[in-house]
């Protein structure tokens, strides 16, 4: 082969992954933690809010329930932020 050759060839080999779309040096978006902290903030408050009207129909007292419920949503929902509060 002759030497133009090789360098198309070269010049093409190294061209490839920008021609395929795989940029690796892309930047991701950054991850936007306040909305998944909203989304677990509300999710605990609307737990906690059922689980403890279930406990108050059941007979227990208000507070009682409100504490059972609370140490629920944490053992149950350990891995969340939300839990860890």
Known sequence: MSDKKHRILLCLFLATPMLSGCFSWKKKAPEDKTITVQVEQS???????????????????A???????????????????????
């Open 43 to 61: 999710f605990k408050q609307r737990w906690i809010e059922r689980r403890s009207t279930e406990l108050i129909g059941q007979g227990k007292p």
């Open 63 to 85: 507070d009682i329930a409100l504490a059972q419920a609370v140490q629920e949503f944490r053992t149950r929902y350990e891995f969340t932020g939300a839990a860890q509060e």
